[in-house]
């Protein structure tokens, strides 16, 4: 299977080219620093399908690519599913990208998307933060739970470590099971 992770390293970068220019913006104007964007991994999709073009030059199947929820099929042609958005990978206890959540930039809806449930990723199955957060849960031996992505990244740049999201959803049975793995 394709892993969503292996289109994080173009996201990344982007965020720092020209066409990232207004997602690094968007970061800046949240008080987020450098070491917290690169600490979360965060990134920028741009316009159109570059990501997506790149990955089937590299030989990537297109049904693994949609499979893997990073695209989408619409009138007949593969799109980048998280295109003009800033993106926030969600990376399992293991430290591996199984999908995104993603911010359109400007006024535009939806405001969030979110990788679709895949072999890989189920959304009730993870806690967005658990990778960087895991450790001081353990030290800690107690876990914040928030709403959203941009709460936990803000707790963690402020040195408040012990903190996950539900991503929006409410607590389920799985996500306790693994809050009880680490507090």
């Known amino acids: 299977a394709f892993y969503p992770g292996r289109s994080m390293i173009a996201r990344e970068k982007n965020i720092k080219s020209d066409a990232g220019k207004a ?17 979360f991994r965060l990134g920028y999709a741009p316009s159109g399908n570059v990501l997506l073009k790149k990955l ?4 990537y199947n297109k049904k693994d ?19 003009n958005r800033v993106t926030f990978p969600i990376i399992n206890t293991g ?17 969030y998307i979110n990788t679709a449930s895949t072999d890989i990723y189920d959304k009730s199955g993870i806690l967005y933060g658990i990778y960087q957060a895991k450790e001081s849960m353990r030290k800690q031996n107690h876990t914040i739970v928030v709403e959203g992505n941009m709460d936990v990244i803000a ?7 012990n903190v996950v999201a539900s991503s929006g959803t409410a607590l389920t049975e799985r996500q306790l099971d693994i809050l009880k793995k680490f507090s």
């Open 95 to 111: 430290g591996r990208v199984v999908g995104f959540s993603a911010r359109v930039l400007g006024d535009g809806l939806p405001k």
């Open 65 to 83: 690519l949609v499979n893997a929820g990073i695209a989408k099929v619409k009138d007949g042609h593969l799109v980048d599913q998280f295109r």
């Open 23 to 39: 997602a690094h913006d968007y970061f800046k104007k949240r008080k987020l620093t450098d070491k917290t964007i690169k600490e």
């Open 56 to 59: 089937v030059a590299e030989g």
């Open 155 to 161: 707790s963690h740049q402020v040195g408040v470590k």
